[in-house]
T-cell receptor, first 110, second 114 residues
Framework: DAKTTQPNSMESNEEEPVHLPCNHSTISGTDYIHWYRQLPSQGPEYVIHGLTSNVNNRMASLAIAEDRKSSTLILHRATLRDAAVYYCILSRPTGNQFYFGTGTSLTVIP | EAQVTQNPRYLITVTGKKLTVTCSQNMNHEYMSWYRQDPGLGLRQIYYSMNVEVTDKGDVPEGYKVSRKEKRNFPLILESPSPNQTSLYFC?????????????FGEGSRLTVL
């Protein structure tokens, strides 16, 4: 199975950048890297995903290591609304499956 | 409004009493899947479906059944629930067949089996 490893928790000050790391040393060549976040009492919501190149969207940036064994989700300016559990996920298109990690709980300090 | 709807949101039942958790999406998505979320274990995939009448097992399919008779609906069936199936369940859908695109999740169904 494709596995991801994330720190259990992180803290950030409001309006500062946040770098959330993820290790996925067993990633295979066709696995996509996704990030989702989950607010309390809600289902996960999509943040960003990529395959090999770094990706940017309105919510965040995704930096993928050259060997693809790790990635970093970057929130450029943390707000209180960004406090959530962030999941790093591998998806395997050949098997149509998604493999969730246990997530990082992000606390944003005002 | 584009959404994934699960029912019921909360359910308390007893061991052995068959139950169905419904999931419906209004986005004409091909891919649908079910997950369970347990403390310390994250989300684990139970079953997924790539299209009507096409379903397959995820990581933890034991004790569950699914069906995909219509594109919009993907019910999760517990034929004989047991206490170890007490969990928070999420249904999700995606426009693309597994892995390529964004997953849209429902709000979750919290199931307690006594």
């Amino acid at each position: 199975d494709a596995k991801t490893t994330q720190p259990n928790s992180m803290e950030s000050n409001e309006e500062e950048p946040v770098h959330l790391p993820c290790n996925h040393s067993t990633i295979s060549g066709t696995d996509y890297i996704h990030w989702y976040r989950q607010l309390p009492s809600q289902g996960p919501e999509y943040v960003i995903h990529g395959l090999t190149s770094n990706v940017n969207n309105r919510m965040a940036s995704l930096a993928i290591a050259e060997d693809r064994k790790s990635s970093t989700l970057i929130l450029h300016r943390a707000t209180l609304r960004d406090a959530a559990v962030y999941y790093c996920i591998l998806s395997r298109p050949t098997g149509n499956q998604f493999y969730f990690g246990t997530g990082t709980s992000l606390t944003v300090i005002p | 409004e584009a959404q994934v709807t699960q029912n019921p949101r909360y359910l308390i039942t007893v061991t052995g009493k068959k139950l169905t958790v419904t999931c419906s999406q209004n986005m004409n998505h091909e891919y649908m899947s079910w997950y369970r979320q347990d403390p310390g274990l994250g989300l684990r995939q139970i079953y997924y479906s790539m299209n009507v009448e096409v379903t397959d097992k995820g990581d933890v399919p034991e004790g569950y059944k699914v069906s995909r008779k219509e594109k919009r609906n993907f019910p999760l069936i517990l034929e004989s629930p047991s206490p170890n199936q007490t969990s928070l369940y999420f249904c999700a859908s995606s426009l693309y067949r597994g892995g390529f695109g964004e997953l849209f999740f429902g709000e979750g169904s919290r199931l307690t089996v006594l």
